[in-house]
């Protein structure tokens, strides 16, 4: 149960004080008019070792970069089945990788990653991706520079 919680606010550790080992693979699931679900061995935000988090893609958030169900309320509608893209050659899907804010702009992602739909199917493969956070991209998951043109602004950034 603890593990299908994406937010990643729900833990555990084994009997022996070991915590929850990440999945093998990497991977970013764009949920459907929702949130990034994230799961893998994941820095973010000066944490480090985290298995899963889910973070905001509609820009409504009040805790950016995770997300708090703002996406609800503010009715944000994106596929969470974008297009398959020809996977780019990376060497492999697991090991550690980070997720960076670029100030009042996108998340950097830097290493292997495998970007899901919400129900599993690969949409791409990336060793490094911009996603979309403000909610404005046309080219969603992924980040076109809409945040410049609408003025999206983190108020944790300024």
Do not use: W
């Not at 919680?5 to 070991?18: D, E, H, Q, T, V």
């Amino acid at each position: 149960m603890v593990r299908s919680c994406p937010s990643g606010a729900l833990g555990f550790r084994y009997k022996n004080g070991a915590p929850e080992n990440p999945p093998k693979i990497n991977r970013i699931a764009v949920l459907e008019n929702g949130p990034l679900a994230i799961t893998g061995n994941v820095s973010c935000e000066g944490e480090k070792n985290m298995t899963r988090l889910t973070q905001c893609r509609c820009g409504l958030s009040k805790n950016k970069p995770y997300c708090d169900s703002s996406h609800v309320k503010g009715e944000f509608a994106a596929t969470g089945e974008p297009k398959p893209q020809a996977p780019e050659s990376i060497d492999g899907q697991g090991g550690a990788f980070s997720i960076q804010r670029f100030a009042n702009g996108p998340l950097k992602i830097a290493e292997n990653v495998e970007i899901t739909t919400g129900t599993g199917s690969s949409i791409a493969k990336h060793d490094r991706v911009f996603l979309c956070r403000c909610g404005a991209s046309e080219n969603k998951p992924y980040c076109d520079g809409s945040h410049r043109a609408t003025g999206f602004k983190d108020p944790h950034e300024d």
